[in-house]
């Protein structure tokens, strides 16, 4: 692969997040068991549509607590909404900084916006513009669908399930820069 920027989206590629650490936090402050709310939680038009920005938190929120059968307040609903954030992936700092000299990094996400609340203050130094083609860019996402809409577009995509698909994909490449 030849490209000229490398686009990492930030969940779940730089960043590790865990949705467990949200039930939990829901279970703990509704006094339901974890176990159940994770099974009653989905990845539903709701959350879609608030992933999008079509729909605030306290409408998703309201539709949380009809699905998930807890009576949370939206601040408790977003105290463990933003508790998926765990860290960064171990070892992907290290392979970032390994590229930086080589070619231009940056973050995407394709968040709502309770989390990029979380993650605009806390990594606001990674946002700015690109200014590369669509065709020159290397576009990294940890879900299939985002990689096949990248590549739809014109980029070129890796689909990352390990930090072992990042380096792969850049092993060799970056040395034609």
């Not at 070619?103 to 590369?132: C, E, K, Q, R």
């Amino acid at each position: 692969m030849r490209f000229d920027a490398a686009l990492f989206d930030l969940g779940g590629v730089v960043l590790e997040i865990d949705f467990n650490r949200m039930f939990a936090r829901w279970a703990e402050c509704s006094g339901e068991e974890l176990e159940t709310i994770r099974a009653w939680f989905s990845f539903d038009t709701f959350y879609d549509r608030h992933e999008r920005g079509e729909i605030q938190a306290r409408e998703y929120f309201a539709s949380l607590r009809s699905s998930l059968r807890i009576d949370l307040s939206d601040a408790q609903f977003a105290e463990g909404w933003t508790a998926i954030y765990v860290g960064e992936i171990p070892g992907v700092a290290r392979l970032l900084r390994s590229l930086e000299d080589q070619v231009p990094l940056y973050a995407f996400t394709n968040s709502n916006a309770t989390h990029m609340h979380v993650w605009a203050n806390a990594y606001a130094d990674t946002l700015t513009a690109i200014g590369v083609s669509l065709d020159r860019i290397l576009f990294f996402d940890d879900t299939r669908g985002n990689v096949d809409g990248a590549r739809a577009v014109g980029m070129q995509a890796v689909h990352v399930r390990s930090i072992e698909d990042i380096a792969r994909a850049v092993r060799g490449s970056v040395a034609d820069h």
